[in-house]
């Protein structure tokens, strides 16, 4: 049976009308800080919805609209229309449920600014004379024994032992039944850590992918009686949870990052794009005050805007690709972690990338040694800048950033420096005047649960 790859509003009603246990539509669609929004409608209800739009209140939903301009409309597109592969049951009923992104409209059947996905999508539109957009995600994660403390479950490392690696199976096996494709898991460096590497694909499709595959882990962990935490750095000390992105950009089936003898002239305007503006984009990458205490010396995260191939504590890496794989050409930006808004994230980074392009940037040397180790006056001399050491470094930056401001729009870029402001008092509120490098009970309070 057909759970996913439907093409129009046609083939997926039929394919309802056939599937009477499929009860339920969930619309999902992500708020302005990339955090799971959703609503149900009975089946029965989609294909008005595919016509005129379900009507929701987006008051209350963070970053959308104001109360007296809340009247906000979902427009489902069938293309992300999913069944969910498992059962839901109560007090002996089962029934299926679906899922579907879509486009968010306003009462007046404008495009609504504040939708996150929708930037995404017009990004992308807009850049694809310089090439598509493919990302391959390494989604990393600690599985604890609940959201109010990070208590750890296994004392595995990089590649070997540890325990419920049966979390990441299952979660697979789900992902694989909505035509998710993985390219491998395996146990992370830290102790009750894990990692799911997602295939390469176009941006748009990964974006909705790795939401569904953060939504699955986590129901999969409640399900097993533990917890699933995307949290940058819920434990001082260890390593940190990030979300290397592998990037290329394609045009006519083919990789435009590759030429003959290794990386393009394009891939290294782009690698440069992200350099020169990877402080103004780390706000959008690095979103949380509790994501700085992960980009730290130390801990395999990036701190300098650097780039290498072997240099795991620069911003940029170029993976070696074996003979005959020319096709896998790519680089690897280490900085965003998983808590992130992953749309506005893949937005940021086309953005700034395509800039280098436009600009005709030209690549700075690669830094093959331990940056970490580096003195002060060595980095000054080969003109190694550093990433925002914190929150309100980063906000500051992006404030002043006019490629953000266009990116992103008015609406989004305003409701996240809000947002941002908010944030950053309330640590301080917390912890006093001195930023604490260590991470923080209120972090822990605040952001374990829902991150």
């Given at each position: 049976m057909k759970n996913f790859g439907f093409k129009d509003e046609k083939e997926v009603l039929e394919v309802l009308k056939e599937r009477k246990e499929v009860k339920f539509v969930r619309m999902i669609f992500p708020d302005v800080l990339g955090r799971e929004m959703s609503f149900c409608i009975p089946s029965e209800e989609l294909e008005s919805a595919f016509k005129n739009g379900k009507g929701f209140d987006g008051s209350s939903v963070e970053g959308f609209a104001r109360i007296e301009e809340s009247d906000l409309y979902f427009f489902p597109d069938p293309k992300t229309f999913r069944i969910l592969p498992?059962?839901?049951?109560?007090?002996?009923?089962?029934?299926?449920?679906?899922?579907?992104?879509?486009?968010?409209?306003?009462?007046?059947?404008?495009?609504?600014?504040?939708?996150?996905?929708?930037?995404?999508?017009?990004?992308?539109?807009?850049?694809?004379?310089?090439g598509e957009l493919f990302v391959g995600p390494e989604l990393e994660f600690y599985i604890f024994k609940d959201e109010k403390t990070p208590e750890l479950l296994d004392y595995g490392g990089y590649f070997h032992g540890g325990k419920w690696g049966e979390i990441r199976k299952l979660a697979q096996i789900y992902l694989a039944q909505m035509g998710i494709?993985?390219?491998?898991?395996?146990?992370?460096?830290?102790?009750?850590?894990?990692?799911?590497?997602?295939?390469?694909?176009?941006?748009?499709?990964?974006?909705?992918?790795?939401?569904?595959?953060?939504?699955?882990?986590?129901?999969?962990?409640?399900?097993?009686?533990?917890?699933?935490?995307?949290?940058?750095?819920?434990?001082?000390?260890?390593?940190?949870?990030?979300?290397?992105?592998?990037?290329?950009?394609?045009?006519?089936?083919?990789?435009?990052?590759?030429?003959?003898?290794g990386l393009s002239e394009i891939a290294k305007k782009y690698m440069m794009g992200l350099i020169k503006y990877g402080r103004e984009i780390q706000l959008v990458l690095n979103q949380w005050v509790n994501s700085y205490k992960r980009l730290v010396p130390g801990f395999e995260a990036p701190v300098y805007l650097a780039w290498g191939t072997r240099n795991r504590s620069a911003y940029i890496r170029v993976p070696e690709v074996p003979k005959g794989k020319e096709r896998s050409t790519r680089i690897e930006i280490r900085s965003p972690d998983p808590a992130c808004n992953i749309y506005l994230a893949f937005a940021a980074i086309q953005a700034a990338g395509v800039q280098g392009i436009k600009e005709n940037l030209k690549l700075i040397p690669p830094q093959e040694r331990n940056i970490y180790k580096m003195t002060k006056e060595e980095m000054k001399k080969l003109k190694i800048a550093t990433l925002t050491k914190n929150l309100k470094e980063a906000l500051e930056i992006f404030k002043k950033s006019k490629l953000m401001k266009e990116t992103l729009g008015d609406h989004i870029f305003q409701k996240l420096i809000q947002n941002k402001e908010i944030e950053w008092q309330k640590y301080k509120k917390s912890v006093g005047k001195k930023y604490q490098k260590e991470v923080s009970p209120y972090e822990i309070k605040e952001y374990l649960p829902v991150l």
């Open positions: 498992w059962d839901y049951q109560l007090e002996g009923v089962s029934w299926k449920e679906a899922i579907v992104f879509g486009k968010i409209f306003d009462s007046k059947g404008n495009e609504f600014p504040g939708d996150s996905r929708r930037i995404l999508e017009k990004v992308l539109e807009k850049t694809k004379e310089y494709e993985i390219d491998c898991d395996h146990h992370e460096v830290g102790p009750s850590q894990h990692e799911i590497d997602l295939k390469f694909n176009n941006a748009l499709s990964i974006a909705d992918s790795v939401m569904i595959a953060k939504y699955v882990l986590k129901r999969v962990a409640r399900n097993a009686g533990v917890y699933v935490s995307f949290m940058p750095k819920p434990i001082t000390g260890m390593i940190g949870t990030g979300m290397h992105l592998h990037l290329s950009l394609w045009k006519n089936g083919k990789n435009l990052f590759f030429e003959k003898g």
